[in-house]
Structure formats: structure tokens, C-alpha cells
Nanobody, 119 residues
Framework: QVQLVESGGGLVQPGGSLRLSCAAS????????MNWYRQAPGKQRELVAA???????NYADSVKGRFTISRDNAKKMVYLQMNSLKPEDAAVYYC?????????????WGQGTQVTVSS
């Protein structure tokens, strides 16, 4: 089992930066692929960034060059560094642990953290 708690959201001005954190519990955190999703009101949830258990990363086109996903397996943490933030980045950001390749029920979500980008 994996339990996830996001933090680090808040209000930031356009062009500013935030670092989101996701704290995980569970002894097998290191073998999960980890993802950040976001959802704005009235919009579909979208995958923002992904990092595999081996450290390979991928990003939505809209955030490439601005966001960086990373993980620290020793600390059971995953991060999303968000730079050059735009108003359209405002959303609730969710951390996801995906171990479904190992076990079909191994898909876990945090409660979300709000990111607001406004002057």
C-alpha cells in the first residue's frame, strides 16, 4: 500500500516558482512510477509530469522546459519544481503512484494541493 500527501501549493505571481512535494508511505515506494496530474475547474484532469522507478521522465508539452519532476527514494518523496508559472497553470495538483504493472489495484492518489497563479 502507498499513501500520498501533497504539499507546497499556494498563491504565486505569474513568472514565479513553486515546488510541490509528495510524501509517500510504504516500503516499496521505489518500484512505483510516480506522476503529477492537475485539474482546473471545468477541465479534464491531465498528466503533467511522470517519473519511472528508473528515473526516466516525461512531461506534458505545455510544461516542458518549465517544470521538473524528481524523486528521492530514500526519503520516499517526489517533487515537482514549477518555474515560470502562468495563469493557465492554476489547478489542483495531484500526486499519483502507479504500480499497476505489478498489481492491478496498485494505483494510489493524494488529496491534492491547490496552485493559484495570479497578480
Amino acid at each position: 500500500q502507498v499513501q500520498l500527501v501533497e504539499s507546497g501549493g499556494g498563491l504565486v505571481q505569474p513568472g514565479g516558482s513553486l515546488r510541490l512535494s509528495c510524501a509517500a508511505s510504504g516500503s516499496i515506494f521505489s518500484i512505483y512510477d510516480m506522476n503529477w496530474y492537475r485539474q482546473a475547474p471545468g477541465k479534464q484532469r491531465e498528466l503533467v509530469a511522470a517519473i519511472t522507478s528508473g528515473g526516466m521522465t516525461n512531461y506534458a508539452d505545455s510544461v516542458k522546459g518549465r517544470f521538473t519532476i524528481s524523486r528521492d527514494n530514500a526519503k520516499k518523496m517526489v517533487y515537482l519544481q514549477m518555474n515560470s508559472l502562468k495563469p493557465e497553470d492554476a489547478a489542483v495538483y495531484y500526486c499519483n503512484a502507479d504500480g499497476t504493472a505489478m498489481w492491478k489495484e496498485a494505483d494510489f492518489w493524494g488529496q491534492g494541493t491547490q496552485v493559484t497563479v495570479s497578480s
